[in-house]
T-cell receptor
Framework: GQQVMQIPQYQHVQEGEDFTTYCNSS?????IQWYKQRPGGHPVFLIQ?????EVKKQKRLTFQFGEAKKNSSLHITATQTTDVGTYFC??????????FGQGTILTVHP | DTGVSQDPRHKITKRGQNVTFRCDPI?????LYWYRQTLGQGPEFLTY????????KSRLLSDRFSAERPKGSFSTLEIQRTEQGDSAMYLC??????????????FGPGTRLTVT
């Protein structure tokens, strides 16, 4: 079945440093979604990428979808303490359910 | 509040007991999903509904688990004869669809189950 893998599993940064998490799928994806889960919270949708090679920005967050539509990345510029949480990528199957990666836990030290 | 709601938020039960969780999705959403999440892992798909029809159930899900969405609105997830391995956060999510395109999923706060 479809597998979605993320690296790294953990990332500790000083406030102001950049952060990147990478996502790889075992199959070609129709689209990829990114979610953020704060400690003690539930996943919250961030963005969806659909087109091959697509790049989208949300303030300090930059999302990329690979040309082959099998990988994606999330880059945060100049991290802040509010960025703390777990970032998940998720790919849909042909039936619409999402397969989530195991997530990257981001810790930001002030 | 027009978000996804789940009840109860916490449930502690003894091994062997049955438990039932409820999810109320966003009213305009026709798809409803159940996931299970354990510490350090991403949400794991359990089952999902389009309106009242259950379209898929994870092969990892034992026969002790059953879900319903009787009128295409709220959904219930029942676990019979609970085991300690069932301890997890159970998340419900809903989304809209248009043809084959799936929009983002909105998650509820989850029900944390502890089996003692």
């Amino acid at each position: 079945g479809q597998q979605v893998m993320q690296i790294p599993q953990y990332q500790h940064v000083q406030e102001g440093e950049d952060f990147t998490t990478y996502c790889n799928s075992s199959t070609t994806l129709s689209n990829i979604q990114w979610y953020k889960q704060r400690p003690g919270g539930h996943p919250v949708f961030l963005i969806q990428l659909v087109k091959s090679g697509e790049v989208k920005k949300q303030k300090r967050l930059t999302f990329q979808f690979g040309e082959a539509k099998k990988n994606s990345s999330l880059h945060i510029t100049a991290t802040q303490t509010t960025d703390v949480g777990t970032y998940f990528c998720a790919g849909p199957t042909s039936y619409g359910k999402l397969t989530f990666g195991q997530g990257t836990i981001l810790t930001v030290h002030p | 509040d027009t978000g996804v709601s789940q009840d109860p938020r916490h449930k502690i039960t003894k091994r062997g007991q049955n438990v039932t969780f409820r999810c109320d999705p966003i009213s305009e959403h026709n798809r409803l999903y159940w996931y299970r999440q354990t510490l350090g892992q991403g949400p794991e798909f359990l089952t999902y509904f389009q309106n009242e029809a259950q379209l898929e159930k994870s092969r990892l899900l034992s026969d002790r688990f059953s879900a319903e969405r009787p009128k295409g609105s709220f959904s219930t997830l029942e676990i019979q004869r609970t085991e300690q391995g069932d301890s997890a956060m159970y998340l419900c999510a809903s989304s809209a669809t248009q043809g084959h395109f799936q929009y983002e999923q909105y998650f509820g706060p989850g029900t944390r189950l502890t089996v003692t």
